[in-house]
């Protein structure tokens, strides 16, 4: 019961920095925008074509990995945003292995063997799951910085008259990085037939981003209403960079609080290591007297209450 008491606390802790819930709200917004105005198409057979391919491409790593997850789909999601060719096979081996190097050490240095597998079975979730996510972070960072350049070549094709198609292909030849990446990835599912609103919406959907998001709801109302599409799409890269802006100067005025709580938050737990290091016979107390698990259990309770108030703080919706 310490065990899993100490685990929850930590889960509470890491949840409550995992970062802002407006992100949901912004996305079941968006969500409600794209299906009223982006066009329906049926791709049934050759979705389930490119499944019986992605399928058969799976190793046997995989497949059995595949087979112990819940939601196997979203993971294998969250690995293609991050660009790299990480498979879900991979992903867990690295996470067995992390459980199973930490619990030894744990329990080797005189912890618990329960709380020990706690410990290993909390490391081994979280930093491939931090590691990840701190890849997709970066690549969307960059894909946002060099989004608004994109339009504004798309912008200037369309000026000189070339088709939005042929703007897309030359966005993917002309454009470095995750941005010419994506563009090159939707000239291609339009080569094989399919229509670009499905390619531009998967793409969107991989991302997660709200920018490209609203890159296919303006084209999707214009292809429905009519009007200058290159007007739009100039607004658009206007817009964009200036809710960039405003993203860099809440963070800049934010960033003193979250530092604060990522201090107050870890250094707690720092010293803690840092004794049990020097006299783990002395920490062990923490796991045999009532009053001291007590005292732990509390002050690790009220740690992560106020972490989670103080990211609420800090967390603002553009």
Known sequence: MIALGAFAVLALLVFALSGPSADRARARRLTAVKD????????AAMDAQMRRISHARASGMDLAVMRVLPNPAQLKKRLAMTGKSWT?????MATAGLLAIVSLLMWTRGMPLALALC???FVGLWVPHFVVGMFIKKRIAKFNAKFPDAIELLVRGLRSGLPITETIAVVGNEVEGPVGEEFRAVGDKMKIGRTMDVALQETADRLGTPEFQFFCITIAIQRETGGNLAETLANL????????????KIRAMSSESKASAYI???LPFIVFGLIWMINDSYMQEFFID????????????W????????AKMVSFEI
Do not use: T
Request: net charge positive.
């Open 36 to 43: 009223r105005h982006a066009a329906a198409a049926s791709n």
């Open 88 to 92: 879900v096979g991979q992903y867990g």
């Open 119 to 121: 410990f290993g079975l």
């Open 237 to 248: 890269a206007d817009v964009l960079r200036k809710r960039m802006q405003m993203k860099l």
């Open 264 to 266: 107050v938050g870890s």
């Open 290 to 301: 009532e009053r001291l698990i007590v005292a732990g259990l509390g002050g690790m309770v």
């Open 303 to 310: 740690m992560g209450l106020g972490a989670f108030i103080m």
